[in-house]
């Protein structure tokens, strides 16, 4: 089975501080990726990441950024946190396009507050 | 314009009745993959099913099946003999061949059994 790892299932953080969420996948996956849902708005890309140290903006990557040191792990930056951030992060991984079935697999989701 | 198009918020359906939810995509791809996920209420997103744009058959994965009608762009889910454990967030999505990795989404659907 794939196992997608999240490091927090909930964070609180203050206003300006900087903050990691990790994410690890154990499936060698090529392809890994960041979203955000808030409410009513569905789930929105952050960023994605092809390949180790390669990135990708997605629909909504500012005031965040991205690092991917190794193929397992991928990590999202929030330089200096604000309340608009407050939301639900999840992280996905998957194979790549393979005839068309290109599932992502999700992790927990991080639910981080911003004060 | 949307990728993606759930157009029912709620939906309500009594323990062991079928339930369809609806979904639209857009797209000028000839070649992509829908996807439906399952969100409980703890927050993972849980793949339930893929049709490819060139599956000449509704795909089934035990009580789901997909209704999928290409003409219109439709990708319903149908949920058979909904059991309590199927209420949550339901998630359409899609991936194209060309452009990048990720899934757009829809705005998700949230379907409570009623015992």
């Known amino acids: 089975d794939v196992k997608v790892t999240q490091s927090s299932r909930y964070l609180v953080k203050r206003t300006g501080e900087k903050v990691f969420l990790e994410c690890v996948q154990d499936?060698?996956?090529?392809?890994m990726f960041w979203y955000r849902q808030d409410p009513g708005l569905g789930l929105r890309l952050i960023y994605f990441?092809?390949?180790?140290?390669?990135?990708e903006k997605g629909d909504i990557p500012e005031g965040y950024s991205v690092s991917r040191e190794k193929k397992e792990r991928f990590s999202l930056i929030l330089e200096s946190a604000s309340t608009n951030q407050t939301s639900m992060y999840l992280c996905a991984s998957s194979l790549g396009w393979r005839g068309g079935l290109d599932t992502q697999y999700f992790g927990p989701g991080t639910r981080l507050t911003v004060l | 314009a949307q990728k993606i198009t759930q157009t029912q918020p709620g939906m309500f359906v009594q323990e062991k009745e079928a339930v369809t939810l609806d979904c639209t995509y857009d797209?000028?791809?000839?070649?992509?993959?829908l996807f439906w996920y399952k969100q409980p209420s703890s927050g993972e997103m849980i793949f339930l099913i893929y049709?490819?744009?060139?599956?000449?058959q509704n795909a089934t994965e035990g009580r789901y099946s997909l209704n999928f009608q290409k003409a219109r762009k439709s990708a319903n889910l149908v949920i058979s003999a909904s059991q309590l454990g199927d209420s949550a967030m339901y998630f359409c999505a899609m991936r194209e061949k060309t452009g990048a990795n990720n899934l757009f989404f829809g705005t998700g659907t949230r379907l409570t059994v009623i015992p």
């Open positions: 049709q490819g744009s060139y599956d000449q």
């Open positions: 797209t000028s791809d000839p070649s992509y993959g």
């Open positions: 990441s092809y390949d180790v140290k390669m990135k």
């Open positions: 499936m060698d996956h090529e392809n």
